[in-house]
């Protein structure tokens, strides 16, 4: 039942018994069950049945001919061994069918149909509207279902959950293999009912519920870390708060969004200037813009969380990993230096960036900048072999290449400055 046309053909065969079925029923009244003004006129009909036959036909057509194309995409990118998941999704064949059975359902009508004696098969046609409408929804459907299943996480999903249903229904558990779930005493480990990424912990009901259970609540996953299905979610000292409450307020989808989750954000821009600057793109200018909207998220002043949050009392309640000023410094530049270091253009723009957050961040926040700097000074000296070309790279352009001191005329104080900063 894998085959991507046997779903389609069963719909097909449905339709034209429908067809056949409630024409046969219209005889059977005397084309009475539903009134001309309901269904329209003889010509009427005839007339919106050959646009819906027709519509419907080219609409299956269209569909199937992206299918393909969208397919042949997701092989190249992916791997050519999706094929198989991507056409045995029983949504797009029910869409697929929907159409053709539509179209096998409005030709059978139209046989009904006298437009001499003003003969309507009222019934069969007012199905045949109601089967318009529903290709309508199904073309909508079909698009979400498609533009869901064609991302690279839908298409992991899609893989991972089928391998998962393998594994679990062919071989039987191994409890004796399953560690103790508990840890210390009077620790209570709360597992993951279902897999998924860690999308929103709502720390303040969190806090609440561990207020009312004189608990203290640990959340093990930080936010955007992927949780296997019944790996540990949450660990609980003291009280006992109910399972299903930590459950719903740490939520897991199927992947990471920044809606709640900053750092996948910055993941993203990372993995566009990374992509960018990769071959066969070798596109210098996107991976700048993607370093400057970088450069804009570090240069906010914000109170990082420290991960522990206490009630009204004052009693430490909750207790969640929170990613850190070096770790947010890491993230957004360790692997963007290194691509940047191979062009004058990004590793000009990387270094500005690196000089101005430098320019305004405490002390504190200071070493992680400074040894980014430092990194990307070294990576430039080692991809360019002439000292010309090694200073040009090392010199702060905000453009990258467009408004370095070396390239503009400033007046003689700012010249000075733009010197000195271009020279640390």
Same mark, same amino acid.
Not at 35 to 42: K, L
Not at 87 to 112: C, H, K
Not at 244 to 267: K, N, Q
Not at 269 to 275: C, G, H, K, N
């Given at each position: 039942?894998?085959?991507?046309?046997?779903?389609?053909?069963?719909?097909?065969?449905?339709?034209?018994?429908?067809? +056949?079925?409630?024409?046969?029923?219209?005889?059977?009244?005397?084309?009475?069950?539903?009134?001309?003004?309901?269904?329209?006129?003889? @010509?009427?009909?005839?007339?919106?049945?050959?646009?819906?036959?027709?519509?419907?036909?080219?609409?299956?057509?269209?569909?199937?001919?992206?299918?393909?194309?969208?397919?042949?995409?997701?092989?190249?990118?992916?791997?050519?061994?999706?094929?198989?998941?991507?056409?045995?999704?029983?949504?797009?064949?029910?869409?697929?069918?929907?159409?053709?059975?539509?179209?096998?359902?409005?030709?059978?009508?139209?046989?009904?149909?006298?437009?001499? @004696?003003?003969?309507?098969?009222?019934?069969?046609?007012?199905?045949?509207?109601?089967?318009?409408?529903?290709?309508?929804?199904?073309?909508?459907?079909?698009?979400?279902?498609?533009?869901?299943?064609?991302?690279?996480?839908?298409?992991?999903?899609?893989?991972?959950?089928?391998?998962?249903?393998?594994?679990?229904?062919?071989?039987?558990?191994?409890?004796?293999?399953?560690?103790?779930?508990?840890?210390?005493?009077?620790?209570?480990?709360?597992?993951?009912?279902? @897999?998924?990424?860690?999308? &929103?912990?709502?720390?303040?009901?969190?806090?609440?519920?561990?207020?009312?259970?004189?608990?203290?609540?640990?959340?093990?996953?930080?936010?955007?870390?992927?949780?296997?299905?019944?790996?540990?979610?949450?660990?609980?000292?003291?009280?006992?708060?109910?399972?299903?409450?930590?459950?719903?307020?740490?939520?897991?989808? @199927?992947?990471?969004? !920044? $809606?709640?989750?900053?750092?996948?954000?910055?993941?993203?821009?990372?993995?566009?200037?990374?992509?960018?600057?990769?071959?066969?793109?070798?596109?210098?200018?996107?991976?700048?813009?993607?370093?400057?909207?970088? !450069?804009?998220?570090?240069?906010?002043?914000?109170?990082?969380?420290?991960?522990?949050?206490?009630?009204?009392?004052?009693?430490?309640?909750?207790?969640?990993?929170?990613?850190?000023?070096?770790?947010?410094?890491?993230?957004?530049?360790? $692997?963007?230096?290194?691509?940047?270091?191979?062009?004058?253009?990004?590793?000009?723009? &990387?270094?500005?960036?690196?000089?101005?957050? +430098?320019?305004?961040?405490?002390?504190?926040?200071?070493?992680?900048?400074?040894?980014?700097?430092?990194?990307?000074?070294?990576?430039?000296?080692?991809?360019?072999?002439?000292?010309?070309?090694?200073?040009?790279?090392?010199?702060?352009?905000?453009?990258?290449?467009?408004?370095?001191?070396?390239?503009?005329?400033?007046?003689?104080?700012?010249?000075?400055?733009?010197?000195?900063?271009?020279?640390?």
């Amino acid at each position: 039942m894998n085959r991507i046309w046997v779903l389609p053909a069963l719909l097909v065969v449905t339709g034209v018994a429908a067809a +056949l079925g409630l024409s046969a029923i219209d005889r059977a009244a005397g084309y009475d069950l539903v009134p001309v003004s309901v269904v329209g006129t003889a @010509s009427t009909a005839q007339q919106v049945l050959s646009l819906l036959a027709q519509a419907v036909l080219n609409l299956a057509t269209v569909v199937l001919s992206l299918t393909l194309v969208a397919v042949q995409l997701a092989m190249g990118q992916f791997s050519p061994r999706i094929v198989r998941a991507l056409q045995a999704d029983r949504r797009n064949q029910a869409a697929i069918g929907v159409f053709l059975g539509t179209f096998a359902y409005a030709m059978l009508a139209m046989r009904e149909v006298d437009d001499q @004696s003003n003969q309507v098969p009222g019934l069969t046609v007012l199905v045949a509207y109601v089967l318009g409408l529903a290709c309508l929804v199904g073309l909508l459907v079909y698009i979400h279902q498609v533009s869901q299943s064609l991302r690279v996480g839908g298409i992991i999903d899609l893989v991972g959950d089928e391998t998962r249903a393998q594994l679990e229904r062919r071989f039987p558990p191994d409890d004796e293999a399953v560690p103790s779930a508990d840890g210390a005493a009077g620790v209570h480990t709360i597992d993951a009912r279902d @897999s998924g990424a860690v999308v &929103l912990i709502e720390r303040d009901a969190l806090v609440e519920a561990a207020r009312e259970a004189d608990a203290r609540v640990e959340v093990v996953p930080m936010m955007g870390d992927f949780v296997p299905k019944g790996a540990p979610l949450a660990r609980v000292e003291g009280g006992a708060v109910p399972p299903d409450v930590v459950r719903r307020h740490v939520r897991l989808a @199927s992947e990471r969004t !920044h $809606e709640h989750d900053p750092a996948y954000g910055i993941r993203k821009l990372v993995d566009i200037a990374e992509r960018a600057s990769a071959d066969p793109f070798d596109d210098p200018t996107t991976t700048v813009q993607a370093i400057d909207r970088l !450069h804009d998220c570090l240069r906010l002043r914000r109170r990082l969380p420290s991960g522990s949050y206490a009630d009204a009392a004052g009693v430490p309640r909750l207790l969640v990993r929170e990613l850190q000023w070096p770790g947010y410094v890491r993230l957004s530049f360790d $692997e963007v230096r290194l691509v940047a270091a191979e062009n004058p253009q990004t590793a000009r723009r &990387l270094r500005a960036a690196l000089l101005d957050l +430098l320019d305004v961040a405490p002390q504190d926040r200071r070493p992680p900048l400074e040894r980014q700097l430092k990194l990307l000074e070294a990576a430039v000296a080692r991809n360019f072999d002439d000292d010309a070309d090694v200073d040009a790279a090392s010199t702060a352009d905000a453009q990258g290449l467009g408004s370095g001191p070396d390239l503009v005329t400033l007046p003689l104080d700012g010249a000075r400055r733009a010197g000195s900063a271009a020279r640390r």
